[in-house]
């Protein structure tokens, strides 16, 4: 059921925003553990296991812990900069936030940890789905560098819990639909657990990202450098 647009500030869009962020992720530094399953549209499936250290929206470490063959794999957000280590490579390689990492998550859905730093918001309306009532919000890309051009997001009015995302291309095409579920207690908070990324293009295609062992955590600026990284690769 779609009601009437409210008339809601853009300060009121933003905040919306923030505490669906705040509900996703630790404000603080933070590390959490991320197994994605992604189904293909044949019925195979593909299990990848990462380890995420966060630290505000603009440095994140991202560790491939599964597959063994490509353990020890780390990508590093530093800004807007994001760059892979591989261990049979000398030098990090750059990557962009909206290349594909696996099935239908891109490199950004790990490594950006909230939507507000990337996106400009506005109140598109109020939904009421099974009774609760939902503020909608449409998030333009501050810039093209961002994973999506274009997000359209339900937030749950009563306590700001992210329920549903529609991820668009710069054409304004679908490419994806994320439900966020299994709300359990994590680093102190009620947040989603489970993460359902469906791609819009091609049916039956779907990866599931289950989040676990989320801490808060104080990490030292240093380990978000390249030569850090190099070090220890």
């Known amino acids: ?56 929206n603009d440095k994140t470490v991202v560790i491939v812990t599964e597959p063994a063959a490509e353990r020890g794999q780390t990508m590093l957000m530093s800004g807007r900069e994001l760059w892979v280590f591989l261990p049979s490579v000398s030098q990090p390689v750059r990557l962009s936030l909206a290349q594909r990492l696996t099935g239908q998550v891109a490199n950004g859905d790990l490594a950006r940890a909230n939507f507000a730093g990337d996106y400009t918001p506005r109140v598109l309306r109020t939904d009421t789905l099974d009774g609760e009532k939902y503020t909608v919000l449409e998030l333009t890309a501050i810039d093209k560098s961002v994973t999506y051009q ?46 359902i990324m469906e791609d819009s293009l091609r049916a039956g295609e779907k990866s599931v990202l289950e989040y676990e062992a989320m801490k808060v955590r104080d990490i030292p600026d240093k380990f978000f450098t390249k030569d850090y990284l190099k070090k220890i690769d």
């Open 1 to 56: 059921m779609t009601e009437s647009k409210p008339e809601t500030t853009d300060t009121a869009a933003q905040d919306i925003l923030r505490s669906a962020d705040q509900i996703r992720f630790p404000t603080e530094g933070f590390q959490v553990e991320i197994s994605i399953l992604s189904t293909k549209a044949d019925q195979s499936t593909e299990a990848r296991k990462y380890q995420v250290l966060s630290k505000g």
């Open 150 to 195: 274009r997000v359209v997001y339900w937030v749950k009015q009563k306590n700001a819990h992210p329920h549903k995302a529609e991820f668009y291309s710069l054409s304004n095409r679908l490419l994806k639909t994320a439900h966020y579920e299994n709300f359990k207690m994590m680093a102190g908070k009620m947040r989603p657990t489970r993460l």
